[in-house]
């Protein structure tokens, strides 16, 4: 058990509708990482947040937005779903600031856009 | 910018056997460098990792030593087991905290 919560574990839904995944970080962690994981793209990084504010952004799409509430648990909103969103999406976290801490990853939640 | 490069899979091996998974990476300044496992149906997770030149990280049977006159991470096993069956991602961080990952090789050990 890594320590990351991610729920849900399972969604499915339809073409154009909106979801919210939700991630737990570890007790203490302040950095909060988002991935797509799909067949054919690999882990595709997504965005960072650290202790409530946006770090970094990768490949993601303005379909997408994600925060980080003062609690630090953390959202990521996806909308006008597309059949190429089925994907396995991960959140990890970090504790430290400095590059020599590792990321912590929860299980995933898999989406799937019928 | 900052990259990752690792061998392309899929990789199927007897178990007993040696394997050998190759990571090259680009970066400024000095990175952290490691390897992450995901097993069928689960979240990665670390298996080693290196912070500075020439160290070298263990785990479970798994080496990899931080070669920065080759830029590379190169993940060995002596003898794999059915039960290293998975995917394996090289990755690095930078001084910010960004992680850059590797697309992944998948490994099957048959007995």
């Known amino acids: 058990d890594s320590g990351v919560t991610q729920t849900p574990k399972h969604l499915i839904t339809a073409t154009g509708q909106r979801v919210t995944l939700r991630c737990s970080p570890r007790s203490g962690d302040l950095s909060v990482y988002w991935y797509q994981q799909s067949l054919d793209q690999g882990l595709q990084f997504l965005i960072q947040?650290?202790?409530?504010?946006?770090?970094a952004k990768g490949n993601i799409l303005e379909r997408f937005s994600a925060q980080q509430f003062p609690d630090l648990h953390s959202e990521l909103n996806l909308s006008s779903l597309e059949l190429g969103d089925s994907a396995l999406y991960f959140c990890a976290s970090s504790a430290a600031f400095a590059n020599t801490g590792e990321l912590f990853f929860g299980e995933g939640s898999r989406l799937t856009v019928l | 910018g900052n990259s990752v490069t690792q061998m392309e899979g899929p990789v199927t091996l007897s178990e007993e056997a040696f394997l050998t998974i190759n990571c090259t990476y680009t970066?400024?300044?000095?990175?952290?460098l490691f390897w992450y496992v995901q097993y069928p149906g689960e979240g990665l997770q670390l298996l080693l990792k290196?912070?500075?030149?020439?160290d070298k990280g263990s785990n479970k049977g798994f080496e990899a030593t931080y070669r920065k006159e080759t830029t590379s991470f190169h993940l060995e096993k002596g003898s794999v087991q059915v039960s290293d069956s998975a995917v394996y991602f090289c990755?690095?961080?930078?001084?910010?905290?960004?992680?850059?990952f590797g697309t992944g090789t998948s490994l099957t050990v048959i007995p």
């Open positions: 947040y650290y202790n409530g504010e946006e770090r």
């Open positions: 970066a400024t300044g000095y990175p952290s």
């Open positions: 990755a690095l961080s930078d001084l910010g905290n960004q992680f850059y």
């Open positions: 290196a912070t500075k030149a020439d």
